[in-house]
């Protein structure tokens, strides 16, 4: 089974930037579509953003597109969140998420079957 770990997580002033960065052990990395959420405590799993396996193809939620850019490099087996302007809304745990399918060439119906451990993004006033 995959593995995921997400690292770049940390505390930042509003405005400020963050980049976090997911790595798979998984050789078949480069096939799966991959995602990043985030959830606050008390709160269900939030969609931030997605990304098919060729990268050419991206999808944000509405409360972070234009701030946040999602990214891979399928050779090191990394996804990456760039994350600008931050605001503290965006406090959370971010969590890094890999699709159950292989090689999805469009962000619909996508079922994320595989969950790192999360990394600590906050955002202080």
């Known amino acids: 089974q995959v593995q995921l770990v997400e690292s770049g997580g940390g505390l930042v002033q509003a405005g400020g930037s963050l980049r976090l960065s997911c790595t798979a052990s998984a050789r078949t990395f480069s096939s799966y579509a991959m995602g990043w959420f985030r959830q606050v405590p008390g709160k269900e799993r939030a969609f931030v953003a997605a990304?098919?396996?060729?990268?050419?193809?991206?999808a944000y939620a509405d409360s972070v597109k234009g701030r946040f850019t999602i990214s891979r490099d399928n050779a090191k087996n990394t996804v990456y969140l760039q994350m600008n302007n931050l605001k503290p809304e965006d406090t959370a745990v971010y969590y890094c998420a890999k699709d159950r399918a292989i090689g999805r060439p469009i962000l619909i119906s996508v079922d994320f079957d595989s969950w790192g451990q999360g990394t600590q993004v906050t955002v202080s006033s």
């Open positions: 990304i098919i396996w060729s990268g050419t193809n991206t």
